[in-house]
């Protein structure tokens, strides 16, 4: 199996360069992406091809349940690299419907080490918890979660100095909450984009 991965691999780049001889020579040349993408791990989640966008065009951080926590370093570091020194004009959070991690925290499943990770996901959860309590379906919760927990991290996204710093020095940048169906392939735009740090409060 792993040699067909590499063989894909080949045919992949042989591709590239039949369409665009120089595709290569540009990527190598530097990383110039106008969005970061913060979104699950989930292998069903690819975020260049939902997006329509080739490599270089998208700095990508991913993680299980899409979280932004305050104390994650790897995140932070992500954050840091590509508002301070790529410049991105968008950070995009984007979560996706029947999200393996926010299932577990909404059932109280318990999964191993990543429960600690998944932590944050219950806590909103709870917060939500008579929102969430009132929808009889459960896959509509779930989905609600989904939904809730990508608001907390667009506003954790809002909240981190990094982004506050580049609001106060001018820099353009918008903070998006998305949310992407596996069923359709299509992201739901929560519309709770944020350009300005008055604007984070009403986040969940």
């Known amino acids: 199996m792993i040699e067909t991965l590499k ?3 080949r045919r992949w780049a042989e591709g590239k360069v ?4 120089g595709f290569f020579a540009r990527l190598s040349g530097q990383q110039a992406p106008e969005y970061l993408w913060i979104g699950c791990s989930d292998s069903r989640v690819p ?3 939902i997006v329509g966008l080739d490599p270089g065009e998208l700095f990508v ?3 299980v349940a899409n979280l932004a926590p305050p104390q994650d370093a790897n995140y932070l570091s992500v954050l840091q690299f590509s508002v301070d020194i790529l410049k991105v004009k ?3 959070v984007v979560g996706h419907y029947g999200c393996g991690g926010v299932t577990a925290s909404l059932r109280g499943q318990r999964l191993g080490l990543v429960d600690h990770w998944l932590h ?3 806590d909103v959860a709870h917060e939500h918890r008579h929102e969430l309590d009132a929808i009889e379906n459960e896959n509509a919760r ?4 989904c939904e809730l927990n990508v608001m907390r991290q667009v506003r954790n996204v809002t909240s981190d100095l990094v982004v506050l710093d580049a609001w106060a020095r001018g820099q353009p940048l918008t903070v998006h909450g998305w949310v992407y169906s596996l069923a359709n392939g299509l992201v739901t735009d929560l519309n709770i984009s944020v350009s300005r740090p008055e604007h984070a409060a009403p986040l969940a």
Not at 18 to 21: S, T, V
Not at 142 to 145: G, K, T
């Open 7 to 9: 063989a894909n691999n």
């Open 18 to 21: 039949a369409a665009d001889p």
């Open 47 to 49: 975020a260049n091809e």
């Open 61 to 63: 951080h991913r993680n």
């Open 90 to 92: 968008h950070v995009i």
């Open 120 to 122: 944050p996901v219950r």
């Open 142 to 145: 779930i989905d609600r979660l």
